[in-house]
């Protein structure tokens, strides 16, 4: 197997695993009943959230559920493509990419694509889920804050870090 092409395989696995783990968090977050009068520690009427934030939960999680499916899916075609073009003159385990490189880095471009807007529509959905639980944020509660300032400090840097490894990555 090329060392390139190695690479590419191993970071289709962990972006796919990756997904996975978030695909099924989001799977069970939409099992929770965000109308539910009950789950919530905000007792200040005035602080309650409303509909809006709701919708904008269910919305949200949504969203990121099919990002991350989407980026799966892209990341499993382009690990199909790579491993199936095995050269029968090279151990069975040994694989050659005959897969156009353009086209392998524009797939994977496309699944990063696809899981940091997963990540940013997470990242959103966690907020509203803040907002229900604790209190909007319009209130000022501090607690809502506490909570959702650093949410929105280290998925962004979170996220930088990684676009930024990726572009040095196909630019090197």
């Not at 980026?71 to 990419?97: C, D, F, G, M």
């Not at 899981?115 to 604790?134: P, R, T």
Request: with cysteine; glycine share 6%.
């Amino acid at each position: 197997m090329s060392s390139d092409t190695s690479i590419h395989v191993t970071a289709l696995d962990c972006l796919v695993h990756v997904n996975s783990l978030f695909t099924l968090a989001l799977f069970l977050g939409l099992a929770w009943n965000p109308w539910d009068p009950n789950n919530t520690l905000n007792r200040d009427p005035r602080c309650t959230a409303g509909p809006a934030i709701k919708r904008n939960l269910i919305t949200f999680e949504v969203f990121s559920f099919g990002s991350f499916l989407f980026s799966s899916v892209v990341a499993l075609a382009l690990k199909q493509a790579i491993q199936n073009t095995q050269s029968p003159s090279y151990h069975p385990r040994e694989l050659i990419a005959r897969i156009n490189q353009d086209v392998l880095r524009l797939g994977m471009v496309v699944s990063g694509v696809g899981s940091v807007g997963g990540s940013v529509f997470l990242m959103l959905a966690l907020i509203n889920v803040v907002q229900i639980k604790l209190g909007t944020l319009t209130c000022g509660s501090t607690h809502t804050f506490a909570a959702v300032v650093p949410l929105m400090i280290f998925v962004p840097s979170g996220l930088f870090v990684y676009l930024s490894i990726v572009l040095y990555a196909f630019t090197h």
